[in-house]
């Protein structure tokens, strides 16, 4: 690429040069993006990695989203959904280990009886913790009034990716009944209850474009985003998606979903970004990868053994069989091998979100 230095110094890229950073295929130069948007992470966010442990609440879907193994219609799956005793188990066992946050996720619910589980759920976790484990959210769409009672019950980070910033490619990837718009408003309302919002896409679908991955980064800063969480997308055998015509191959989904993150902090510099587990599944070392191409946040599975293996959003997910334990012992050697430090203890909020704040 010509200029290529001049294009990773810049302080504000272009949408011409996004394009051009995304399509990079030399490996010297890639390797230049990627340094350039680690110098930008030690600028703006420091080499201090935090974890979010995750918990995989329920893989009960009322939705049917093509692309993922626990939608509604794959009867292939057995549905579970964790009793509050064990989801609290969990979340002290993250806060005795300092992983200062954790993650809630599931399929999408929105019966009366499910939210206000997690509402209390929610509130049973601070009080149990004093207040010290922070938690973030990533359970689908949901009402205003839905998020704004999971906000006061002390929820304070919301996930909730856009799949895709092209209504069209979306449209492709959902059925009727699901809305791109009613998402966008969704992000919109938990930014206006006053959560940290994140959000984020599937990298290397079919029917994907680099075009449209360079508009899901114009995406990411129009919504002003506080988080990150993308990752390649990794085909199901038990979903339409999996019959279609695929545009990438394992190697380019994994480069891809490194590029985006090296692209988005440059671009976006202050936020947070997840190296995902999705880039485990084609790279052992994907997460260091991630790590080091730009990301600061990991996600630990905390989820029981048990329906961790029920859990399946892809196939191939990793460290099926590791204890929590085990988890942390492993991707603390992990982090420590590349150079990288652990906010153990602390929520690592994003420093966009502070400095809206302030
Ligand atoms: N039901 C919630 C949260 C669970 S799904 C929601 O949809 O927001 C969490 C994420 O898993 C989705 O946002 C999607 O991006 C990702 N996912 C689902 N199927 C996937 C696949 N086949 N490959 C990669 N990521 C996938
Ligand atoms: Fe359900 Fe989320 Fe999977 Fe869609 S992506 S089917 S909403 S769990």
């Given amino acids: 690429m010509r ?8 302080k504000k890229i272009n949408k011409r040069e996004l394009l051009e950073l995304l399509n990079l295929s030399s490996t010297p130069e890639i390797k230049k993006l990627y340094q350039a948007a680690y110098r930008t992470k030690l600028k703006y966010v420091g080499n201090t990695v935090y974890f979010r442990g995750l918990i995989e609440l329920s893989n009960l879907c009322t939705k049917n989203c093509y692309y993922c193994g626990i939608r509604k219609s794959n009867t292939k799956n057995e549905r579970y959904t ?14 005795d280990n300092d992983y200062g946050s954790i ?28 207040d010290k484990l922070g938690i973030t959210l990533s359970l689908g ?38 809305s791109f718009h009613k998402r966008v408003n969704c992000l919109r309302t938990l930014k206006k209850i006053g959560y940290q919002v994140g959000t984020g896409v599937m990298i290397g679908l079919p029917g994907q474009t680099i075009a449209n991955l360079v508009k899901d980064i114009l995406f990411f800063k ?10 390649p997308y990794i ?30 902090r440059l671009y976006l510099k202050d ?9 485990q599944t084609l790279h052992n070392l994907g997460r260091e990868l991630g790590l080091q191409a730009g990301a600061n946040i990991i996600m630990p599975n905390l989820t029981p053994r048990e329906q961790r293996k ?41 420093p966009h979100f502070k400095k809206k704040k302030i």
């Fill in 222 to 231: 129009k919504l002003d985003i506080d988080m990150i969480g993308m990752g």
């Fill in 310 to 350: 029920k859990y399946l959003l892809y196939e191939g997910k990793p460290c099926l069989d590791d204890s929590q334990e085990f988890c942390k012992k492993c991707l603390g050697q992990r982090i420590k091998k590349i150079g990288e430090k652990i906010g153990y203890g602390q929520w690592g909020d994003s």
């Fill in 103 to 130: 993650v809630l996720q599931a399929g999408e619910r929105q019966d009366k009886k499910y939210t206000a589980f997690i509402t209390e759920l929610i509130r049973q976790i601070k009080k149990k913790t004093h």
């Fill in 3 to 10: 200029d290529l230095e001049k294009v990773l110094n810049k």
């Fill in 82 to 95: 964790l009793e509050k005793k064990e989801v609290l188990t969990l979340a002290k066992w993250a806060n």
């Fill in 141 to 178: 769409e949901q009402s205003a009034a839905t998020y704004k009672k999971w906000f006061a019950a002390g929820a304070h980070r919301y996930l909730l990716r856009i799949e895709t910033s092209s209504p069209k490619l979306y449209k492709k990837l959902h059925p009727a009944d699901h």
């Fill in 235 to 264: 085909p199901h055998a038990d979903t339409p998606l999996f019959h279609a015509p695929q545009l990438f191959d394992k190697k380019d989904r994994l480069e891809l979903g490194l590029k985006m993150i090296a692209v988005t």
């Fill in 271 to 279: 936020i947070n970004i997840a190296s995902t587990t999705a880039l």
